[in-house]
């Protein structure tokens, strides 16, 4: 099992900054990949950044490219995502994710060498309790 477990949410202003951090535990050994994921009311769910855990190779929905970083610090095992220029259409839940080696969401034909698919939230196992981020104008 991995366990995870996010923090950073909060509400701010269009054109304003936000970090959110996960705290990542357990079995980490099992994954290949980790991210985020968002959740607006009345929508689906959305990947939004994923990183390999060996290569630290990312990967990025088109919406927010340029605007987001993904990183990871190994030995505090926490995953960031750095959230800049936001936009009201980024208000949503943000969950953490990560998948299982078997059966997840790593591409290794990807760009880089191998990266971690966004499309299919199902290939993620793992996922926190959720953060809220609320960008109001």
């Known amino acids: 099992q991995v366990q995870l477990v996010e923090s950073g949410g909060g509400s701010v202003q269009v054109g304003g900054s936000l970090r959110l951090s996960c705290e990542v535990s357990?079995?980490?050994?099992?994954?290949?990949?980790i991210g985020w994921f968002r959740q607006a009311p009345g929508k689906e769910r959305e990947g939004v950044a994923s990183i390999t855990t060996t290569r630290g190779h990312t990967a990025y929905a088109d919406s927010v490219k340029g605007r987001f970083t993904v990183s990871r610090d190994k030995e505090k095992n926490t995953l960031y995502l750095q959230m800049n220029s936001l936009k009201p259409e980024d208000t949503a839940m943000y969950y953490c994710v990560a998948d299982h080696f078997q059966g997840g969401a790593y591409w290794p034909r990807g760009p880089n060498g191998g990266s971690c698919r966004l499309a299919l939230s199902r290939e993620y196992s793992y996922w926190g309790q959720g953060t809220q981020v609320t960008v109001s104008s």
């Open positions: 357990g079995y980490t050994g099992l994954t290949n990949c």
